[in-house]
């Protein structure tokens, strides 16, 4: 069956501290990988995305997520987060028409 | 403004009491979704649909209807809504589905059934 796992449902971190969240996906195809940030209150938008190519992808606001096919993982990654990265962050994953979401992982940055 | 709208954006219903949340869309995306959102369970797919007259369930379809008559609109139908339903619905849409293209969201609708 195909899924997304998304380890860590809560982070807390200082500003300036180093993000990285994970991501597994599970899925027997030819895959495309997103992440999505939801800001309190807003819709989702997408941070970045992979189809092929390069497997180290990068975003906007300074994120960038690797595909590592082997461990069927596409982590999201910020050298230095702010304040204003506090969200809630999902990962997904889409075969030819359907569309698999993690459970999502909720950043608190502490300014 | 290229954006998906929907409407309404809170709405407070009776167990049974049909309902239609509208869901449109101005950017001429053939492929549209309907997902909702719960605490710890993040978003699951309802319904989507690949172009106008073709819609397929998603993970959690029981209780949902959905119909495609027109390109821009894609609207989510409860027909005896129940209390398990309370959720944040969301409505996307994309370029064809079966490429990689990202989904564009539109602002949510909080549904709560009493």
């Known amino acids: 069956a195909q899924s997304v796992s998304q380890h860590n449902h809560h982070v807390i971190l200082s500003e300036a501290a180093s993000l990285e969240l994970g991501c597994n996906y599970s899925?027997?195809?030819?895959?495309?990988l997103f992440w999505y940030v939801q800001y309190p209150g807003q819709h989702l938008q997408l941070l970045l995305k992979y189809f092929s190519g390069d497997p180290l992808v990068k975003g906007i606001k300074g994120f960038e997520a690797e595909f590592i096919k082997s461990k069927f993982s596409f982590n999201l990654r910020k050298p230095s987060v702010q304040w204003s990265d506090t969200a809630e962050y999902f990962c997904a994953v889409k075969g030819t028409y359907k569309y698999i979401f993690g459970t999502g992982t909720r950043l608190k940055v502490l300014a | 403004e290229a954006q998906v709208t929907q409407n309404p954006r809170y709405l407070i219903t009776v167990t049974g009491k049909k309902l239609t949340v509208t869901c449109s869309q101005n950017m001429n995306h053939e492929y549209m979704s309907w997902y909702r959102q719960d605490p710890g369970l993040g978003l699951r797919q309802i319904y989507y649909s690949m172009n106008v007259e073709v819609t397929d369930k998603g993970d959690v379809p029981e209780g949902y209807k959905v119909s495609r008559k027109e390109k821009r609109n894609f609207p989510l139908i409860l027909e005896s809504p129940s209390p398990n339903q309370t959720s944040l619905y969301f409505c996307?849409?994309?370029?064809?589905?079966?490429?990689?293209?990202?989904?564009?969201f539109g602002p949510g609708t909080r549904l709560t059934v009493t």
């Open positions: 996307a849409s994309s370029l064809p589905g079966t490429g990689p293209y990202e989904q564009y």
């Open positions: 899925y027997g195809g030819t895959v495309n």
